[in-house]
């Protein structure tokens, strides 16, 4: 069902926080656990991941892997959501709602 993605970070700048809206998307996407999937399959401390994700620590060649990991993630976890959304409209189809009497 999912899809994997491909990313390249290509215009973000090393030895530079990422972009705030960058970092707003992922934190936006992402939890928790995703955050500790991506450092324990990148070998990036989850301290650098959360670091880098409140901007306190910069872009690197060493923690690069592992905002792709986060970007990737949140990629999924936004494509799972709509498909979540088209469910519950299916859902709400097959409800009947009554008017409210007020």
């Given amino acids: 069902m999912s899809t994997s993605f491909k990313i390249v970070l290509k215009d973000e700048k090393y030895k530079e926080p990422i972009s705030p809206r960058l970092a707003e998307l992922i934190k ?19 301290v650098t991941l959360k670091g880098i ?22 990629l999924q976890n936004i494509e799972r959501g709509q498909q979540h959304k088209l469910e519950l409209k299916v859902a709400m189809q097959e409800i009947e709602v009554e008017p409210n009497p007020e």
Wanted: glycine share 4%.
């Fill in 28 to 46: 936006m996407h992402v939890g928790k656990e995703d955050i500790i999937e991506a450092a324990e399959k990148t070998g990036v401390h989850i």
């Fill in 53 to 74: 994700l409140t901007r306190n620590r910069v872009l690197a060649e060493t923690n690069e892997p592992a905002v792709i990991e986060l970007m990737n993630i949140a």
